[in-house]
């Protein structure tokens, strides 16, 4: 049996279209979110509320101290996973010439905000930061950060800290159970993954006196911050950007 | 045969110098012992057999933290059944081998790999807690 070429060609087409069909239909028939992420935890801040406590920096410092943060003397070489900043600052589409008096100046506790659309993780150019499956965190792998700082331009609200300068000798105290970072390395709010892990809420949820910081699952209906976040208007941190930011604020 | 003396004392001289670090380490005390480690307690039972964590104990920390930092698997089981936290800190140095200076430092000094980049960032608890004992009344309490 002899085949000229435009049998042959027709012949190959043919399979490679039936393969590809295949392909298709297994992906367009594919669910859309993912179904392994049976979490997606998040939080909802009572500005308000935090307020009432005026000069109240315990979540900070629970946060820094679990966590070993460093405070270097030089305002350059900070590091920080939570703290405060101005309303107008950290929502710069809100504030208008006549933004409400009582907002202004008003500080606002920002750390992570765990989108589902993380610039952050587009840009890293070695996975050392990605965003779990399961839950939706933000997550870092220090031992895997090159330190080439992309994270940190990346991020539209400021979150990640780049350590300048070795860490260590700028710790107020020791937590022995979490480790330090090295110089060269970026940090951030990891949610309080290893807490999590055991069952506790993050570290600044706990040491709120107001309870101002609600944190929960927004895939079970019945949780704190899905209750919270029928019932009351919330903001988040510049929406238009599209990262899907997961820290609610009520204002 | 005139030279004799010149050559029996070159060659007594030759066989001095070549021996001398024997004799060096002989005056110092030093031997070819391996290093005096302490060991844990006999009836503790590490996550793999004694000769298996001699020789590849790095393996199985980049096994664990690989697990534990990317797939979120804290609970390891060993090869005797038992189930480990998978954690430097938390598990090997807080439950078995508190003394680091005497275990991990005395063999790594003896063998000449000198101190691995695991402690820039991770802690050893005891002397951690040690030097900075006020900051530990309510960190510590951690299962």
Same mark, same amino acid.
């Given at each position: 049996m002899s085949t000229d070429r435009r049998a042959f060609l027709t012949l190959a087409g043919g399979c490679a279209l039936a393969l590809a069909g295949r392909a298709a239909r297994q992906a367009l028939a594919a669910?859309?979110?993912?179904?392994?992420?049976s979490r997606r935890w998040a939080m909802v801040i009572d500005a308000q509320k935090c307020l009432?406590?005026?000069?109240?920096r315990k979540c900070v410092q629970a946060c820094h101290q679990a966590h070993n943060v460093p405070a270097p003397a030089e305002p350059r070489h900070e590091v920080k996973w939570i703290w405060k900043e101005a309303f107008e600052h950290a929502f710069p589409s809100e504030?208008?010439?006549?933004?409400?008096e009582s907002l202004r100046g008003n500080p606002v506790l920002v750390f992570c905000?765990?989108?589902?659309?993380?610039p952050c993780v587009r840009v890293c150019p070695t996975q050392a930061t990605w965003k779990r499956a399961e839950d939706g965190l933000v997550m870092m792998d220090w031992h895997r950060?090159?330190?080439?700082r992309y994270c940190v331009a990346a991020c539209p609200y400021g979150s990640r800290s780049f350590n300048?300068? +070795?860490?260590r000798p700028h710790l107020?105290?020791?937590?022995?159970?979490y480790p330090t970072r090295t110089k060269g390395v970026v940090e951030k709010c990891t949610f309080c993954e290893e807490r999590l892990e055991q069952g506790r809420p993050p570290a600044c949820v706990e040491a709120c006196p107001k309870k101002a910081l609600v944190f929960g +699952?927004?895939? +079970?209906?019945?949780s704190e911050v899905r209750r919270l976040l029928r019932a009351r208007y919330t903001l988040r941190r510049k929406p238009e950007l599209g990262t899907q930011p997961q820290i609610y604020y009520i204002v | 045969m005139r030279d004799q003396p010149i050559i029996f004392a070159g060659l007594a001289l030759f066989l001095g110098l070549i021996t001398f670090p024997f004799w060096f380490n002989l005056a110092r005390g030093?031997?070819?012992?391996g290093p005096d480690i302490q060991r844990p307690g006999a009836q503790l039972q590490c996550a793999a057999p004694t000769d298996y964590m001699r020789t590849s104990h790095m393996e199985l920390l980049i096994q664990w933290r690989d697990q534990v930092v990317?797939?979120?698997?804290?609970r390891v089981t060993a090869f005797n059944g038992k189930v480990f936290t998978?954690?430097?800190?938390?598990t090997c140095l807080a439950q078995c081998h508190t003394n680091k200076a005497q275990f991990c430092d005395r063999c790594h000094n003896y063998s000449g790999v000198?101190?691995?980049?695991?402690w820039d960032c991770h802690n050893e608890p005891r002397a951690a807690r040690a030097s900075l004992a006020p900051a530990f009344t309510d960190l510590g309490s951690q299962p």
């Open positions: 669910p859309q979110s993912s179904p392994a992420q009432q406590q005026e000069g109240c504030a208008g010439e006549h933004l409400r905000n765990h989108c589902d659309q993380p950060c090159i330190g080439c300048w300068v +070795d860490p107020a105290s020791l937590n022995a159970e +699952d927004l895939r +079970d209906p019945a | 030093q031997t070819a012992r990317r797939r979120n698997l804290r998978a954690s430097l800190t938390n000198g101190t691995p980049y695991c």
